[in-house]
């Protein structure tokens, strides 16, 4: 019996040798004299395979590969594609479950093979052979690392097969986007439309489309109820696009369905087409829309409804085909019981989460209700998809600290169903914070969501930046360890102190670059340093000045050995083809703030007392960037570490419920106690706002705006208030940061469960206007800002709550009032500071 078991087990073992090669290896030397092989019909991208596995292979061994269809026998041979003769080989392998991307690698004693599904399989099981076998990285577009000893290495007789998890792979890089050769070779599936590169995924990215399946340039005027009733009216005007529709209406249902058949007529290609919200939160409140969203428990009950309809009826005519709609802001939120029809596809957007940890971090409180989403959407559907942000948008080449936490989140979507991804960055320009690093990372990932984000990284950094890299790796240290050290929990659209940057930071960051130029052996070295050393001369830009006003201007003073980092910026960014610094401004606009406000100065006013400091930017639209309140040392305004554009107080003048406020300059005078802004409109009426201490009680800030009419033709007037005041947390408590109305004499909080301007009790905010109280205070550490106003010629109350920024806007809507030739019209409010508050 032991006899038997002995011979079996021996059995076994000579089976599996066999079955791997008998436990060998082959040499690179073995393929010198190596054929590679395609059939006669192989399509472009195959042909373009063959080619690059000779001209990789031969970087590697100096050998340049003959590509042939009908191979020499007794010759090794190199199968690149099926092919009759791959068939008849001692490598024979099937490829029809692979799908259109999927590969297999079978390396032999005499042949390899490498197939793939059609029409990027081959292609990418090709660069998937040299990364896997020969350690070969693509980092760049110029950059393409192959090891010294490439040529010594021993290949193991096996067979590989591999099927990307997401179907959609789109890294958001100008880095990846101007370079669809680049692109191909990080299998970045978006990009590449040439033939020979594979040509693109028909999953396209599912976005906005309503602006143009229902223009409201075309149905506005005649039909306003196909638009969306928001703020008392239907809109045919709003940003983002334009506005959202009636979604409950039976007749935009036939428009937009017919638009949709129309789009799929005239591109029948793809998979899925796009029925989608328009980029901004307008959502209808009509009486039908919001009964559906009521009992869905999510403005996304409503619209959801309206997508299934139309996908039924698209269904009916190209049953093959997808719809896709965006779940991103007011829709972000599942539906308690719709579900997407089981041809509608789902793109779900992280946009509030934070970025510095990962969606399932148990310790971040940011990004519990994303989390919650996505486990609801992933159980109602196996057609969702994600749209995540890998930037900054306000400060595109500012030190991001979100590198570890990429590859954690791409294994998240795909350990719950997410089937493709678009990481967008700034696909629009190049030379961000380290954006070839990121653009090879996050294709990286989306290519195999098993990588560890952070380790490839630091294996970016060991074979781009030869002897700079120690000091490179340390700088992804010190950003990412700064980060959570200072507490930050940073989104999208984070001002330098949410990213936890400040002066100190600064000077470190670019102490780390001057080590890494020193480190630096060669020209190319010293570039590739250069390219990400604009980063540090942004944050000292951003977060190492210090605020003074001199002579009336409000300067920037920077540490004595850095006097002047604008110039020095300027030269990197121009030099290394940085496009655009954030998602607004082009290089050239930015240089013409660079050369005035930053080195020149600001003409300021400044308005003080023992109380407050205001300093105020009369040709910006008269905004405050200064508002302090002196005895405590409270800024209420970020403005100083947000480049002057965020964080600041305004008003909103235009027809403001549409946000077509219409910014301009204002002349100022004053004297020290108060502050006259004075500006001409383009129908010749003034705008004037005065801002001034109370002579009763110096502790309240008084503002009074008044318009003039002169015009024969009579106008309307409106305002919104806009202050984006500092909180001083991060809280999304309402228990610690309280946001307070009247109602009757009696104090009421709003923003229990508030996100942005919506929660369930945002309809005090209309409700309680006639109060004439708005405020908000920080119950942990004991101060507030109350503003009070006339209630008789206020509308509205508006909001806006972004705790991750500690931003709570207290804003008023005025009543719209029409004035005739030679009326005028006055709006009082005033701020106080609140040192205690009374219980609700």
Known sequence: MKTIKLFCGMAIIVLLLLLTGCGKNLNVSDLNDAQIVIAQNAVPSERYAAKEFRRLFAKISGKLLPIVVKPETNRFSVFIGSSDELRKSTVAIADDDLGEEGLRIKIGGDAIAVVGGKPRGVLYGVYEFFERYFDVRFLTADHTYIPKNAAGKMLPLETYSYKPVFIFRFPYYGEVKNNPVFAARLRVNTIPTAGNLGGISRQRLINHSFYRQLPAKKYGKEHPEYFAFFRGKRRIKMFGGGPQPCVSNPEVIDIVTRAVLDEIKKSPDFINYSVSQNDNDAYCRCEKCQAINQAEGSPMGAHLRFVNEVASRVKK????????????????????????????????????????????????????????????????????????????????????PNLKTIGKNFKFYADHGVKGVFAQAHGGSTSGDLSDLRAYVIARCLWNPKLNSWEEAKEFCRLHYGKAAPAIIEYLEYVQRNAEEKGVHPDCFATPKQLGLDRQAALEILKIFKRALALAENDTIRRRVEKISISGYRTLLEAGAEFEVREGKLKRLYPPEYPNPAETYLRLAKTYKLTMPDERTKLKDFEKILRTQYQEGIPVNVLENEFWRIVINPADNGKFLEMTYKPEKINFLVAYNANLRYGTFEEWFGEAADFEAQPGAFTAEGNGEMVRLKRKLSNGAEYIREIRFDPQNPQIIRCLTRFIHYNKKPNTYQIVVHPEFYVGSDSDDHRVIGAYVKQNGMLKIYNRGLFQDRGPDAALLKQCVKGGFHAFFNHQKGFGLLETYDPEKAETLRTWWVPQQMQLNLEIQ??????????????????????????E
């Open 317 to 400: 005519v190209y049953p093959e085909k997808k719809i896709g709609t965006l779940a991103y802001w007011y829709t972000r939120k599942p539906p308690k019981n719709l579900k997407p029809a089981d041809n509608v596809q789902i793109q779900l957007a992280d946009i509030e989460s934070c970025r510095l940890h990962a969606i399932d971090d148990p310790d971040c409180s940011k990004n519990r209700g994303f989390l919650n989403d996505l486990k609801g959407w992933s159980e109602k559907t196996d057609q969702l998809f994600m749209w995540t942000y890998m930037t900054d948008f306000r400060y595109y080449d500012l030190p991001f």
């Open 814 to 839: 005025t009543k719209p009032v029409v004035l005739k030739q030679g009326e005028k019209w006055e709006f009082g409010y005033q701020f106080q500071f609140l040192k205690k508050i009374e219980k």
